[in-house]
Protein backbone atom coordinates (compact mmCIF):
# COMPACT_ATOMS: atom_id res chain seq x y z
CA UNK A 1 0.00 0.00 0.00
CA UNK A 2 1.02 3.31 -0.76
CA UNK A 3 1.91 5.82 2.19
CA UNK A 4 0.99 9.14 0.76
CA UNK A 5 1.98 12.67 3.29
CA UNK A 6 -0.72 14.77 2.06
CA UNK A 7 0.50 18.87 2.51
CA UNK A 8 -2.35 20.73 4.47
CA UNK A 9 -3.55 23.11 0.66
CA UNK A 10 -4.89 19.53 -0.08
CA UNK A 11 -7.05 18.97 3.09
CA UNK A 12 -8.35 22.65 2.81
CA UNK A 13 -9.09 22.37 -1.16
CA UNK A 14 -11.59 18.96 0.11
CA UNK A 15 -13.21 20.25 3.46
CA UNK A 16 -13.74 23.79 2.18
CA UNK A 17 -14.58 22.34 -1.06
CA UNK A 18 -11.98 24.83 -3.44
CA UNK A 19 -12.60 24.94 -6.52
CA UNK A 20 -10.92 23.62 -9.27
CA UNK A 21 -9.73 21.44 -6.64
CA UNK A 22 -11.98 19.73 -4.73
CA UNK A 23 -12.83 16.61 -6.97
CA UNK A 24 -9.32 15.68 -6.88
CA UNK A 25 -9.31 15.96 -3.69
CA UNK A 26 -12.03 14.07 -3.08
CA UNK A 27 -10.95 11.04 -5.80
CA UNK A 28 -7.87 11.09 -3.60
CA UNK A 29 -9.42 10.47 -0.31
CA UNK A 30 -11.73 8.18 -1.85
CA UNK A 31 -8.70 5.85 -2.56
CA UNK A 32 -7.71 5.63 1.44
CA UNK A 33 -11.69 5.29 2.65
CA UNK A 34 -11.73 2.13 -0.15
CA UNK A 35 -8.08 0.79 1.68
CA UNK A 36 -6.31 1.91 -1.53
CA UNK A 37 -4.10 4.08 -0.13
CA UNK A 38 -2.73 5.18 3.58
CA UNK A 39 -3.08 9.14 4.21
CA UNK A 40 -0.89 10.77 6.75
CA UNK A 41 -1.61 14.19 7.64
CA UNK A 42 0.54 16.43 10.53
CA UNK A 43 -0.83 17.28 13.63
CA UNK A 44 -0.38 21.30 12.36
CA UNK A 45 -3.07 20.49 9.05
CA UNK A 46 -5.62 20.18 11.97
CA UNK A 47 -4.94 23.62 13.60
CA UNK A 48 -4.50 25.38 10.20
CA UNK A 49 -7.23 23.60 8.65
CA UNK A 50 -9.75 24.27 11.27
CA UNK A 51 -8.51 27.90 11.76
CA UNK A 52 -9.39 27.81 7.98
CA UNK A 53 -12.90 26.14 8.42
CA UNK A 54 -14.12 28.42 10.71
CA UNK A 55 -12.84 31.70 9.14
CA UNK A 56 -15.21 29.77 6.35
CA UNK A 57 -17.98 28.63 8.28
CA UNK A 58 -17.96 28.79 12.72
CA UNK A 59 -15.86 26.84 15.13
CA UNK A 60 -18.83 24.21 16.23
CA UNK A 61 -18.87 23.35 12.60
CA UNK A 62 -15.19 22.94 11.67
CA UNK A 63 -14.99 20.77 14.51
CA UNK A 64 -17.70 18.91 12.79
CA UNK A 65 -15.78 18.24 9.68
CA UNK A 66 -11.99 17.44 11.30
CA UNK A 67 -14.15 14.79 13.32
CA UNK A 68 -15.73 13.16 10.56
CA UNK A 69 -12.28 13.99 7.98
CA UNK A 70 -10.30 11.54 10.85
CA UNK A 71 -11.40 8.48 10.25
CA UNK A 72 -9.55 9.31 6.86
CA UNK A 73 -6.16 9.69 7.71
CA UNK A 74 -3.43 8.99 10.62
CA UNK A 75 -2.72 11.89 12.06
CA UNK A 76 1.28 12.14 12.80
CA UNK A 77 2.78 14.40 15.65
CA UNK A 78 5.60 17.47 15.28
CA UNK A 79 8.21 16.21 17.15
CA UNK A 80 11.46 18.07 18.89
CA UNK A 81 13.23 15.83 15.92
CA UNK A 82 10.98 17.19 13.57
CA UNK A 83 10.86 20.77 14.11
CA UNK A 84 14.68 20.50 14.78
CA UNK A 85 15.57 19.53 11.44
CA UNK A 86 13.10 21.70 9.53
CA UNK A 87 14.96 24.69 11.68
CA UNK A 88 17.80 23.90 10.46
CA UNK A 89 17.39 23.16 7.21
CA UNK A 90 17.65 25.84 4.50
CA UNK A 91 16.13 24.12 1.43
CA UNK A 92 12.93 24.85 2.84
CA UNK A 93 12.80 29.12 3.32
CA UNK A 94 9.06 28.10 4.56
CA UNK A 95 9.53 26.42 7.94
CA UNK A 96 6.26 25.27 7.84
CA UNK A 97 6.66 23.31 4.15
CA UNK A 98 10.18 21.95 6.27
CA UNK A 99 7.86 21.01 8.78
CA UNK A 100 5.55 19.05 6.43
CA UNK A 101 8.89 17.60 4.11
CA UNK A 102 10.07 16.03 7.70
CA UNK A 103 6.78 14.53 8.80
CA UNK A 104 6.55 12.90 5.53
CA UNK A 105 9.70 11.79 5.90
CA UNK A 106 9.64 10.33 9.74
CA UNK A 107 6.68 8.54 8.82
CA UNK A 108 8.08 6.72 6.07
CA UNK A 109 5.81 8.46 3.25
CA UNK A 110 6.41 7.28 -0.69
CA UNK A 111 4.99 10.61 -1.65
CA UNK A 112 3.87 14.11 -0.48
CA UNK A 113 0.88 15.29 -1.88
CA UNK A 114 0.65 18.84 -2.43
CA UNK A 115 -0.66 21.69 -5.14
CA UNK A 116 2.41 23.84 -4.06
CA UNK A 117 4.76 21.39 -6.11
CA UNK A 118 7.77 24.74 -6.14
CA UNK A 119 7.45 24.54 -1.89
CA UNK A 120 8.66 20.80 -2.18
CA UNK A 121 11.78 20.66 -4.81
CA UNK A 122 14.18 20.32 -2.62
CA UNK A 123 12.30 17.34 -1.33
CA UNK A 124 13.86 13.76 -0.21
CA UNK A 125 10.77 12.06 -1.71
CA UNK A 126 8.67 12.46 -5.10
CA UNK A 127 5.80 15.96 -4.64
CA UNK A 128 2.87 15.36 -6.35
CA UNK A 129 -0.22 17.30 -7.28
CA UNK A 130 -3.61 15.22 -6.04
CA UNK A 131 -4.40 15.04 -10.21
CA UNK A 132 -0.95 13.91 -10.99
CA UNK A 133 -0.89 11.21 -9.03
CA UNK A 134 -4.25 10.14 -9.71
CA UNK A 135 -3.65 10.01 -13.14
CA UNK A 136 -0.25 8.31 -13.44
Not at 2 to 18: G, H, Q, S, W, Y
Not at 47 to 68: C, D, G, M
Amino acid sequence: MTNLFIDTNIVIDLLAKREPFYKAAAKLFSLADRGKVKLFVSSLTFANTNYVLSKLNNSTLAREILTRFKVLVVVVDLNDKIIELSLNDKSFPDFEDGLQHYSALENEADIIITRNLKDFKNAKIPAMTAQAYLTQ
